[in-house]
């Protein structure tokens, strides 16, 4: 049987955040490994945390810690799906799982507008992006295909269906506050089967 990878995924978090409560370097330098194995094979997303919708693209939370210190959200993007720039005042960590991804970065000019900022990148599966308000948190992300989903799993250093966080209209330097929530109302069941 193919181990367990997103409780394994879980289990090592979990022991990281109590390993290094608040400490954003250690945690994400921790984190990365883990997300490379969690998306370096495609075969462990239960399919309902792969399901897309014909408008929106889905935010399915695969397991959120019970203190709120990460949680991990299955990003589907429908085909030609786009978020508006936004950021995350918190740490996160994006690894492509399926299909592939555009992130373009975006910083505040003098003028109060939001301008791109570096070439827009692409992510292949395997691939890792990082964002956080200490180095760069506001962003542009789009699915790089117009004719199939595509699939990133987030993790952030909180609960993201919870943060207050903002979108921002780009031109007007315009700022609006949102709380992402979560697309699906039931998590897996990491509590049967092998154990991590
Ligand atoms: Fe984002």
């Known amino acids: 049987m193919a181990r367990n990878r997103l409780l394994h995924f879980v289990a090592a978090m979990t022991r990281l955040v109590e390993a290094h409560p608040g400490n954003e370097a250690l945690l994400m330098a921790g984190a990365l490994p883990l997300m490379r194995d969690l998306v370096s094979a495609d075969d462990w997303l239960p399919e309902a945390?792969?399901?897309?919708?014909?408008?929106?693209?889905?935010?399915?939370?695969?397991?959120?810690?019970?203190?709120?210190?990460?949680?991990?959200?299955s990003f589907?993007?429908?085909?030609?799906?786009?978020?508006?720039v936004h950021d995350h005042t918190v740490w996160g960590l994006i690894g492509m799982l399926r299909g592939s991804e555009c992130g373009q970065a975006y910083a505040r000019s003098a003028d109060g507008t939001l301008a791109p900022c570096g070439p827009e990148l692409r992510l292949l599966p395997g691939d890792i992006d990082q964002v956080s308000p200490t180095f760069g948190d506001i962003h542009v992300v789009r699915n790089a295909h117009d004719d199939r989903c595509s699939i990133s799993i987030h993790l952030y250093g909180g609960n993201i269906g919870r943060i207050a966080r903002h979108v921002f209209i780009p031109d007007t330097g315009e700022v609006k506050p949102f709380v992402s929530g979560y697309s699906n109302q039931l998590v897996p069941n990491l509590w049967a089967g092998e154990p991590a």
Request: proline share 12%; no cysteine; net charge positive.
């Open 49 to 73: 945390m792969a399901a897309a919708h014909p408008r929106y693209y889905q935010q399915h939370l695969l397991y959120g810690d019970p203190l709120d210190r990460f949680s991990l959200v």
């Open 76 to 84: 589907v993007w429908g085909p030609g799906q786009k978020t508006p």
